[in-house]
């Protein structure tokens, strides 16, 4: 049973989330746990990283302790109304200790050198935002 779950596991960070998972099996017809597998991932994700209908998370990164900048794959077919309207979601689930949030969207597959679809920005001064090109 670990075998398989950590097979799942390891699948489910591949397709979707690259951070630490905490997996719990419980037993047949029953609220108890038979099992709970803590998997470390590749990237540092010690926070709570919004959940997005589409594409998934392919970098984080927290230089400093109130900034976080995230790197998401995105399907080509979707809009750029729902980019911004998703990135503004996203944003908004970050508490106010971060005082600067940066998202960008790349097409799927994801590589570093792809321009951006999206490019996003929430700090003091409000968001700004620019699209086909990295900032």
Same mark, same amino acid.
Request: glycine share 2%; hydrophobic share 40%; net charge negative.
């Given at each position: 049973m670990e075998e398989k779950t950590r097979d799942l596991v390891k699948q489910y960070q591949k397709d979707v989330y690259k951070g630490q998972v905490t997996a719990r099996v419980l037993k047949p017809g029953s609220d $108890?746990? /038979?099992?709970?597998?803590?998997?470390? =991932?590749?990237? @540092?994700?010690?926070?709570?990283?919004?959940?997005?209908?589409? =594409?998934?998370? $392919? $970098?984080?990164? *927290?230089? @400093?302790? #109130? $900034? %976080? !900048?995230? #790197? /998401? #794959?995105?399907?080509?077919?979707?809009?750029?109304?729902?980019? %911004?309207?998703?990135? *503004?979601?996203?944003?908004? !689930?970050?508490?106010? #200790? /971060?005082?600067?949030?940066?998202i960008t969207f790349k097409d799927a597959p994801y590589t570093k050198e792809k321009p951006c679809r999206l490019w996003f920005l929430e700090d003091a001064n409000g968001e700004n935002f620019k699209l086909n090109q990295c900032e």
């Open positions: $108890e746990e /038979y099992l709970t597998l803590d998997i470390a =991932g590749d990237i @540092n994700a010690d926070i709570v990283l919004p959940i997005i209908p589409f =594409g998934r998370i $392919e $970098e984080v990164i *927290r230089d @400093n302790p #109130s $900034e %976080i !900048k995230l #790197s /998401y #794959s995105a399907p080509k077919d979707i809009p750029d109304e729902r980019l %911004i309207s998703t990135a *503004r979601q996203i944003s908004a !689930k970050f508490p106010i #200790s /971060y005082q600067r949030v940066e």
